[in-house]
């Protein structure tokens, strides 16, 4: 599978939140997936109490939104990127340009104690100050620039001198061969296998915005009976855990703190939501709680069913994560109640009977995982980078 790793974030809080997105915050009511600690459902019990009086329309539903078709230029944009990030160059005799990849060698010329330093990169990447790319630019082999860099109100100066400059090629069989992809050895081949994993990424995506659509449509035509506000405090508090857990996970992937502000705020600003973060966790609370009830009711209608190997394959993918604290899985259900896990089946149960029976281009994702994980596995194997050296 062809593979690279795209550079849109550093990690931040703000850019963590684009991974996180908008679904996982507000649309991660159950059915979203398979980890229990992703989905958000209510006690499966609850359902027997009737909380919904009227259920919304459920059944050929339709949606506004538009599947994403994949053009040649997209898939030329992927393969530019991926001869980039693999260098694929050919050294040239002439001045250095945008777009180029050049060598240069640098030296801090105010500092007597500094090392010469030799870094690579492409003129415009915005990977280096722009006053070396700057400098870089109209440079031959073997010519030299000076550079002032404020630092500050200090201005530091350094004397640069182009080594080598470089143009990217184009794609050919050659440069596919060398990337030693399985199954892959043509640039037909390359281009068939990135169409498929665009198109496959697109169909993922119109599915989670489609979902989010109809999830929405039921929800603002269900009415609700009188719920008790033990049920909601329970449920915030459980919302609340997740988040939170979601937080020290996020943090501790990326040694970088994450509160519970940074998950939510983005996606408040995203909303136009106006309170703070403890009302945004409420109001959501209550929209995902009776939402969940609205899947319940749903899953009785249609006398929907799930077997109980699902259920426990479901557990056990979460308790793999955390057998660090649990020895066994019936350790880990002692603190971890099986209704939720439950719950989230039943959600998702329900959710994918609205999908099926809707009027949407909705497609099973089961190719898009399987692609996507294949693009994920290979990816850490991928040039992460546009250069080379050390930053000045």
Not at 45 to 55: A, I, R, W
Not at 264 to 277: D, I, K, L, Q, S
Request: one cysteine or more; glycine letters at 4%.
């Amino acid at each position: 599978m062809w593979f690279y790793e795209r550079k849109d974030f550093n990690m931040s809080s703000n850019k963590i939140i684009a991974i996180i997105g908008t679904a996982a915050l507000i649309g991660a009511v159950a059915g979203c997936g398979q980890n229990a600690s992703q989905n958000i459902a209510v006690n499966a019990d609850s359902v027997q109490d009737g909380y919904v009086t009227k259920l919304g329309e459920y059944k050929n539903l339709t949606s506004d939104i538009e599947l994403t078709k994949v053009t040649d230029e997209d898939i030329q944009k992927e393969i530019d990127t991926l001869i980039e990030q693999q260098r694929y160059v050919t050294e040239v005799e002439r001045a250095a340009k945008d777009g180029d990849y050049v060598t240069v060698q640098y030296v801090q010329t105010d500092d007597e104690n500094a090392q010469p330093q030799t870094v690579s990169f492409k003129i415009g990447s915005q990977t280096f100050p722009d006053e070396f790319e700057s400098a870089a630019k109209g440079l031959t082999k073997g010519e030299s620039a000076s550079v002032e860099l404020q630092e500050g109100e200090d201005i530091h100066t350094f004397d640069i001198t182009l080594i080598s400059v470089s143009e990217y090629k184009e794609a050919d069989d050659a440069f596919v061969v060398s990337l030693n992809m399985q199954d892959i050895s043509t640039l037909e081949d390359l281009k068939a296998d990135i169409r498929l994993y665009l198109e496959n990424t697109a169909q993922n995506l119109y599915n989670q915005q489609v979902r989010e659509d109809l999830l929405s449509q039921i929800y603002e035509n269900t009415e609700f009976g009188a719920i008790p506000d033990e049920l909601y405090t329970e449920y915030k508090e459980y919302y609340t855990s997740l988040l939170e857990d979601m937080a020290s996970e996020y943090s501790a992937q990326y040694e970088e703190e994450v509160t519970l502000d940074d998950l939510v705020m983005p996606t408040m600003e995203a909303e136009h939501f106006v309170g703070t973060t403890e009302d945004f966790i409420t109001y959501t609370s209550k929209s995902n709680l009776e939402q969940s009830l609205m899947l319940q009711q749903i899953y009785e209608n249609e006398n929907l069913t799930y077997e109980e190997d699902e259920l426990y394959s479901n557990i056990a993918s979460e308790w793999v994560n955390h057998t660090d604290q649990y020895a066994t899985m019936l350790d880990f259900l002692k603190d971890h109640d099986i209704q939720w896990y439950k719950a989230d089946i039943i959600n998702a149960k329900a959710l994918n009977f609205v999908m099926e029976n809707s009027d949407t281009q909705y497609t099973s994702n089961t190719a898009v995982n399987e692609t996507s994980e294949a693009v994920a596995d290979t990816s850490e194997d991928a040039a992460t980078d546009s250069s080379t050296g050390t930053n000045p």
